[in-house]
């Protein structure tokens, strides 16, 4: 994929920066200024495309881009701004869990139970025509086209049970090995059935800025050693929200007429899902809450950033949409 057009200060500093262009300490500076100004930091698009691209130099890079730019110090000190920045921003959305007293498995249930938004699934299950579907692959296509990769990056910060758990989970997700089960690749298939481009990064220029915000969220929590923690809770958040949803994405489908090389996406989902959920929450949470009991409001508050952002996510769309009925299937 190649760098996209910024689309504000913040994203036009650090594509020029990634394109290799002369970076002065000034420039740091005008983008501290820059990060400062910025009223909500978990929608603006500017900071979030901005996040994305530093961040996407840690996955496939860009083309134009300079690789041995990503362990430079002027672009981790640019990371390090913006991520203070969205990193405050999410403590103040999602404050520290009062679940901290329950067992782990049923604080992330309490932490999950208490979020809630208008039901994209719903709305894809029962009203949405094939269009909607096309604008929502092309959304989820910014992770789902890289999924689990996120996660991935905690494996070697963890011992014992809790690592055992994690990639069980991710073994799964990478199709065990075979090409063909891996998420990534039975998204694409659904991309694909849906006459969409399954080209990596191929929707970037059209991505909502909650859409970026809830990938960057993962992004920030995998590369941090100190957010392990919050983490294992994104993933165990994700597991035990993803059967109900999932089932009806692909009975979506199904009643549009689709057949099982769009739906294998979202049927595996049901069945896996139901297992990592168990997994997630218990062997791998709840191994890594004994082994590190200080963590574990890091762990209910990565559970609580993962549905917080997720639903804002789906409610951009669905408002990109101007739903008719769509308070009826908040
Ligand atoms: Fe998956
Ligand atoms: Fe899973």
Request: charged share 25%; net charge negative; aromatic share 6%.
């Amino acid at each position: 994929m190649r760098l996209p057009e910024p689309c504000g200060p913040l994203s036009g500093a650090v594509v020029r920066l990634l394109s290799g262009v002369m970076w002065r300490r000034s420039d740091l500076a005008a983008l501290v200024r820059d990060v400062a100004a910025v009223d909500a930091p978990l929608m603006d698009a500017d900071l979030q495309l901005a996040l994305a691209c530093c961040y996407e130099m840690h996955y496939r890079g860009f083309e134009d881009a300079e690789e041995n730019l990503e362990w430079a110090p002027e672009l981790a000190a640019v990371v390090a701004a913006l991520e203070r920045r969205f990193e405050e921003a999410l403590r103040a959305a999602v404050p520290g869990p009062d679940a901290a007293a329950l067992p782990i498995d049923q604080g992330l249930r309490v932490v999950i139970d208490s979020t809630v938004g208008p039901s994209l699934s719903s709305f894809l299950l029962h009203r949405a025509q094939v269009e909607h579907f096309r604008d929502f692959l092309a959304q989820r296509s910014v992770y789902h086209l890289k999924e689990a990769d996120p996660h991935t990056w905690q494996i070697p910060r963890l011992a014992g049970a809790a690592k055992a758990a994690l990639v069980e989970i991710q073994a799964d997700e990478y199709g065990n090995g075979r090409l063909a089960g891996m998420h990534a690749t039975l998204f694409a298939q659904t991309m694909r059935a849906l006459d969409l481009d399954d080209t990596y990064g191929a929707y970037w220029s059209e991505t909502l800025p909650e859409t970026h915000a809830a990938v960057n969220l993962m992004t920030m929590l995998g590369l941090h050693r100190r957010h392990r923690g919050a983490l294992l809770g994104h993933l165990a958040a994700l597991e035990m929200t993803s059967t109900q949803p999932n089932r009806r994405y692909g009975n979506g489908l199904r009643r549009l007429g689709f057949d099982g090389s769009a739906t294998a996406f979202f049927d595996e989902h049901v069945q896996a899902d139901a297992v990592h959920e168990q997994v997630a929450a218990v062997d791998m949470c709840g191994s890594f809450v004994r082994d590190e009991p200080s963590r574990k409001a890091d762990v209910l508050w990565g559970a609580g950033c993962c549905v917080v952002l997720d639903a804002s996510a789906g409610a951009a769309l669905l408002d990109t949409w101007d739903a008719p009925g769509r308070e009826e299937i908040a």
